[in-house]
């Protein structure tokens, strides 16, 4: 977590209604949260911005899926060990052990269940909100 022990989360998804109920929902919970539109501003952001305490990354996103985003952040020595959330809306055979296979450490399919999102959280960043 940050100096001031806030745990900062960073959203990486291409609809922006599903950004901003994310993010307000999680900014409700205590979390410090930032938000890019897909993956290259996510490997971008992480080469300038200190490091998120977690990452949560639409698998399907255009300029940069959320795949080739997860294997470059977990292949970055400075970002491998920042855990990763994928979620897709879709639940096709094989999504699952393709966001594994990229170096996710989780996989959620959309919609959301925010309760069992934020439990998935807090195996990451158990002393959060």
Request: glycine fraction near 6%; aromatic fraction near 4%; charged fraction near 30%.
């Amino acid at each position: 977590m940050g100096a001031s022990n806030v745990a900062k989360i960073l959203i990486v998804e291409d609809n922006e209604m599903n950004r901003d109920m994310l993010s307000r929902r999680l900014a409700r919970r205590g979390f410090e949260v930032d938000c890019v539109e897909n993956g290259q501003l996510a490997v971008d952001y992480l080469e300038t911005e200190s490091h998120p305490d977690l990452i949560l990354m639409d698998m399907r996103m255009p300029v940069m899926d959320g795949w080739t985003a997860t294997n470059a952040i977990k292949s970055n020595p400075a970002t491998e060990k920042v855990p990763v959330i994928g979620l897709s809306a879709n639940a096709m055979e094989g999504d699952r052990e393709r966001a594994m296979k990229a170096g996710c450490d989780e996989y959620e399919t959309k919609p959301v269940n925010f309760e069992t999102l934020m439990n998935v959280i807090h195996k990451y960043i158990p002393d959060a909100a």
